[in-house]
């Protein structure tokens, strides 16, 4: 019976080679977050219109893209798109678009929920006070929205670098694939997976504590 014997200087020597895909993942992540957060806000203005019409186009849209894996969409948008429109699409737009489409539905449905959270007392208060409609949403709803879904919020841009990795399967230069790349070269898969892992946790989870903090400020606000 072999004996399987660690080999972390392969991790070692190639650690520039990996760490170039983290460029990659931070990039992808960053712009999925901002068009993500865009995109939420579209959806929720649509999701709260008084025209019927809109309001079930923007929930048939959300719901299908939520009840839809997210692989699935990304090869879509890769592979679909260009027979459909006779376009060519690069790979790191395709993973971008796919990523931010979908966070947008979950992301829209948290600044819903921070909206209604917000007690209709409040707004009635300020109707009494005289306040515009813009003035109640910017100063009345608005600011309690925020503290609302900040800690949900945080809690996306967990799960879109963890979604990130996702871009691989497109041959997007990320973290995931300098791994896949170098664990086929190498044949040490054990090793340069498992350190991919180390890098991902590094990164989320200060993010993590972060939420759990914020968690706790929102509550004793609310208190």
């Excluded at 990304?74 to 979908?102: K, N």
């Excluded at 350190?195 to 706790?216: D, K, Q, S």
């Amino acid at each position: 019976m072999s004996t399987y014997t660690f080999r972390w200087d392969v991790v070692w020597s190639n650690l520039p080679f990996l760490l170039s895909g983290l460029k990659g993942t931070l990039a992808i992540s960053a712009a999925t977050l901002v068009l993500a957060m865009l995109g939420g806000l579209v959806l929720v203005s649509l999701d709260l219109s008084k025209w019927r019409l809109v309001r079930s186009i923007s929930i048939t849209f959300g719901e299908l893209v939520r009840n839809t894996p997210i692989l699935i969409q990304l090869l879509w948008y890769y592979y679909v798109l260009p027979i459909s429109f006779g376009i060519d699409i690069p790979a790191m737009f395709a993973a971008i678009l796919g990523l931010s489409i979908y966070s947008s539905a979950f992301i829209g449905e948290v600044y819903r929920a921070g909206i209604q959270g917000v007690p209709k007392g409040h707004v009635e208060a300020a109707k009494v006070l005289g306040l515009s409609k813009l003035q109640t949403f910017t100063r009345i709803v608005l600011p309690q929205a925020f503290w609302a879904s900040l800690p949900p919020l945080a809690s996306n841009f967990v799960m879109l670098i963890k979604y990130s990795s996702l871009a691989s399967v497109l041959s997007v230069p990320e973290i995931t694939r300098r791994a896949t790349e170098l664990s086929s070269a190498t044949f040490r898969p054990l090793e340069i997976f498992t350190a991919v892992a180390v890098v991902y946790f590094i990164i989320c989870w200060p993010l993590t504590l972060t939420i759990r903090w914020l968690e706790r400020r929102t509550m004793r606000l609310r208190k």
